[in-house]
């Protein structure tokens, strides 16, 4: 079985920024210490796939994204602990020839993940029924989940992020990439609760992929700061995560909840939020691509995320 090393996450308390919160308690669901290679949502979304996999007796799984992909490695670490052989589709036959230079795909090799390169074009086409077959015949009896991990194991999985722990709480905010998890938090949420999403992307596409798996409609989708698309970062939220950690020493990531912290301190300085009320943010992991992200500020000789 695929199992968490702990039980109930911890919530910490966001202390350091009376000024800011004034009236509205900030605290941090820290999601990125389930497990010690899986963080965060990339846990709750293999958890049941990889039962299925387990329990249909698969060959393994595939999956598929990009060069500093977090879901390909929590698989590939996913994938070494539970003994399941994992292929990682990855875009950009360019890579092929670079992997260990690249942070994500050395580690995921390193954990066994057979890595395929496609062109960026080919790429495209990925959730083709073509394309997919295509994929079935060369990796026969593989157990396949779509980039990002979002399926309806994924969503169940993501589901459990709420408990009775959080119950007490008026906003639940957390990054979002291709939806699953925060469809999952939808789900599991209370009347009461307000859900708030911060794309990591541009758009907020995601809204026709929340609504796969609920009906509900007690969420909002924000792209305002997504600093210009995925992957994408400048100066200015460097320092804020950098400023963010000296004072609660809490690492964020880059290209997830960096975001999604930058955007609910703008929220609180804008009073957009109640005053009174108690935040929740998902810290949903996401740790492993901040090598990655600090190769490229190197090259263009902006500040580095401090680790």
Not at 101 to 120: D, I, K, S
Not at 160 to 177: A, H, K, R
Not at 205 to 210: A, R
Not at 224 to 243: H, M, P, Q, T
Request: charged share 25%.
């Amino acid at each position: 079985m695929f199992n968490s090393k702990k039980g109930d996450v911890s919530i910490q308390k966001i202390e350091g920024f009376s000024s800011l919160l004034d009236r509205i308690e900030l605290f941090v669901l820290r999601e990125d210490d389930i497990h010690p290679t899986v963080s965060g949502n990339k846990f709750r979304k293999l958890k049941y796939n990889v039962q299925q996999v387990q329990h249909k007796n698969k060959k393994g799984i595939l999956s598929f994204g990009g060069a500093y992909s977090n879901h390909i490695a929590a698989l590939a670490a996913a994938g070494r602990e539970t003994g399941i052989n994992t292929v990682g589709i990855i875009r950009g036959e360019e890579l092929k020839s670079k992997v260990k230079e690249n942070p994500t795909l050395h580690y995921a090799q390193q954990c066994g993940m057979e890595l395929h390169f496609v062109t960026r074009e080919a790429y495209r086409d990925r959730t083709e029924s073509y394309f997919l077959e295509n994929i079935s015949i060369e990796f026969k009896d593989y157990y396949i989940v779509p980039e990002g991990g979002t399926n309806e194991f994924a969503v169940k999985g993501c589901e459990e992020i709420l408990s009775d722990q959080t119950l007490n709480f008026d906003y639940i905010c957390t990054p979002v990439g291709t939806g699953g998890t925060i469809a999952g938090i939808i789900k599991a949420s209370q009347p009461h609760q307000s859900i708030l999403g911060f794309s990591a992307l541009k758009g907020t596409f995601q809204k026709d992929e929340i609504r796969k798996y609920t009906s509900k409609t007690n969420y909002e989708l924000l792209d305002e700061y997504c600093f210009g698309g995925y992957g994408k970062i400048d100066a200015n939220l460097v320092r804020f995560i950098n400023d963010f950690k000296f004072k609660t020493e809490i690492q964020l990531d880059p290209v997830y909840t960096g975001k999604m912290m930058f955007g609910i301190f703008d929220l609180i300085k804008q009073k957009k939020l109640k005053k009174n009320s108690r935040i929740l943010a998902v810290h949903t992991g996401g740790l492993q691509g901040i090598a990655g992200m600090n190769q490229k500020l190197k090259k263009k000789k902006l500040p580095q995320i401090e680790l």
